[in-house]
């Protein structure tokens, strides 16, 4: 990086409502894949930051945990997480499932978003699945609760406006270093990440079978003579009957899932990996302050 070249460098919190799109379109606009996608809601837990390049702006993107009604400990803390990521960004978005409109959850977003100082960016996401005419009026409906200083319609599945999006992030970047490498993805230390990947093709496989409630964790990570790594992963569980169905007849529901998350391991690292999933019964584990450390979010009594 050339000296006499001024670069910049900040951040930007994509705020939502559950399955709103975050994830996908924060690993559009990094251009590799930092962030867990499924079809099960409230599947991004803590804050996982991705790191995007453009030109001599880098742009840390915090995707935060989808906002809904919380009902139990986790859900409160997750919560909590998510509205802690708008203190320190430079742009707040909001990103809205324009073919769910502006829902209850919404709403309250939008009112809560009042008060938050730093810019705010409207983006309608999933635009193809709507009229125009419809997308006009859910922005002038929602600039009504809450002014917004820019809106933007895409499709983070497909691109569309993506490109539009991030140059005016850019251009809303302030004068500085940057503070990761040019090559960096993502802040997420291997082991979390290793532990996200397996979580996903968990939930992918059995979304509609296991409760929202069962977490991974990497347990050791072993680089070997030959440059493969050894990886170790407990999935935990809240009772004996969920063991069952991970593991699934004969082992192979457990097989599934790590050929799956191994495949996209040696993919991201670039390594061959050697993966070993262990499934344990934790009864009590969301009421366990340490599980939360673990998963980066703050525990809430």
Known sequence: ??????????????????????????????????????????????????IGMQGETQIIFVDTPGIFDPRRRLDRAMIKTAWSGTQDADVVCLLVDAKRGLTKSVVE???????????????????????????LEMTEKANAICKFDETFMVSALNGDGVADLMQYLCA???????????????????????????????????HE???????????????????????EQTIYVQRASQKKIVIGKGGQTIRGIS????????????????????VKVR???????????????????
Not at 291 to 298: A, K, N, S
Request: some cysteine.
């Open 209 to 231: 079978e296991l409760p929202y409630a069962s977490t991974v964790e990497t347990e050791d990570w072993k680089t070997l003579r030959d440059g493969s790594a050894r990886v």
């Open 109 to 135: 977003i939008l009112e809560r978003l009042k008060t938050v100082r730093q810019p705010r960016l409207l983006v309608l996401n999933k635009i193809d699945l709507v009229p125009r005419d419809e997308l």
């Open 259 to 278: 050929s799956d998350a191994r495949r996209e391991m040696a993919e991201i690292y670039g390594q061959k990996i050697h993966l070993f999933l262990f």
């Open 1 to 50: 990086m050339m000296n006499d070249v001024q670069t910049r460098c900040g951040f930007v919190t994509l705020l939502g409502a559950t399955n709103a799109g975050k994830s996908t379109l924060l690993n559009h606009m990094v251009g590799a894949k930092v962030s867990i996608v499924t079809h099960k809601v409230q599947t991004t837990r803590a804050l996982i930051r991705g």
């Open 283 to 301: 009864e009590n584990w969301i009421d366990d302050p340490e599980r939360y450390r673990e998963m980066g979010i703050d525990f809430t009594p």
């Open 172 to 206: 809303q970047m302030p004068i500085g270093p940057w503070l990761y490498p040019e090559d960096q993805a993502s802040d997420l230390p291997m082991r979390q990440l290793a532990a996200e990947i397996t979580r996903e093709k968990l939930f992918l496989r059995l």
